[in-house]
């Protein structure tokens, strides 16, 4: 793993952070000055300011986001926040993002190349979500949601769409951009009401209310790890 790298998933500093650490020579690795390109592994002793750095372990976490708390470290608005609301120790962060009124499935973590993964539509995470929409879908609307919607960014991938039941759709995307099922349903003439996300990677809200989390099993993060794969 590169110095920065490890700096950061140590909770050291970021990794922009953490290179001007190394370039200021505060960091040692077994007692030589670090460089930026120095990459370090189980065995190295790391010291910055000539204390050594001691490793955290990866932590996962699933949350059952409830609505009115955001997803960023911390909100201008003072409103409360995930990472308030997991109060885990090594401290982890959201991968991607719900709006402050989606409530469901969030994972977050410290691991940071998973997350950067699991965010990235090439890699393509699955994530449900069910819309509650104004008015009542229908076919053509259904299919021109699967189809792909011309967004202001960009055409959307192909998804997958169906009706639970009356103002009521389930998508099922790989994507992530900003507010993707609002706008898609509004572009199809169906305006969200309520959103929630009911299945990430995989991971289902079972068991936990609005408001809890739990750790995932071993097992949950090798499937997360499967999720997070490059396609073939
Ligand atoms: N799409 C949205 O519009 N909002 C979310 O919170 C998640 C996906």
Redesign the pocket.
């Given at each position: 793993m590169r110095l920065n790298a490890f700096l950061a998933r140590a909770g050291v500093a970021s990794r922009r952070r953490a290179d001007e650490l190394i370039k200021a020579g505060r960091v040692t690795v077994n007692g030589k000055p670090g460089q930026l390109n120095t990459v370090v592994g189980a065995r190295d002793r790391v010291e910055v300011d000539g204390k050594e750095v001691v490793r955290q372990p990866l932590a996962y976490v699933l949350l059952h986001k409830p609505a009115g708390v955001v997803t960023t470290a911390r909100d201008p608005q003072g409103r409360p926040t995930v990472v308030q609301l997991v109060p885990y120790e090594p401290r982890v962060v959201p991968v991607g993002?719900?709006?402050a009124d989606?409530t469901g499935a969030l994972l977050l973590t410290n691991d940071g190349p998973l997350a950067h993964r699991l965010a990235h539509p090439r890699y393509g995470a699955e994530k449900t979500?069910v819309a509650e929409v104004e008015g009542d879908p229908d076919e053509k609307a259904l299919a021109a949601l699967r189809d792909g919607i011309e967004l202001d960014d960009g055409r959307t991938a192909p998804a997958r769409a169906r009706r639970l039941g009356r103002g009521r759709v389930e998508l099922v995307l790989h994507e992530g951009r900003t507010?993707?099922?609002?706008?898609m349903l509004e572009a199809v003439g169906h305006p969200v009401t309520r959103?929630h996300?009911s299945v990430y990677a995989g991971l289902t809200l079972d068991g936990l209310a609005a408001g809890e989390w739990r750790k995932l099993t071993a097992r949950e993060v090798e499937q997360l790890r499967t999720a997070a794969r490059p396609p073939a």
């Open positions: 993002r719900l709006d989606t979500y507010h993707q099922v609002k706008r959103l996300r």
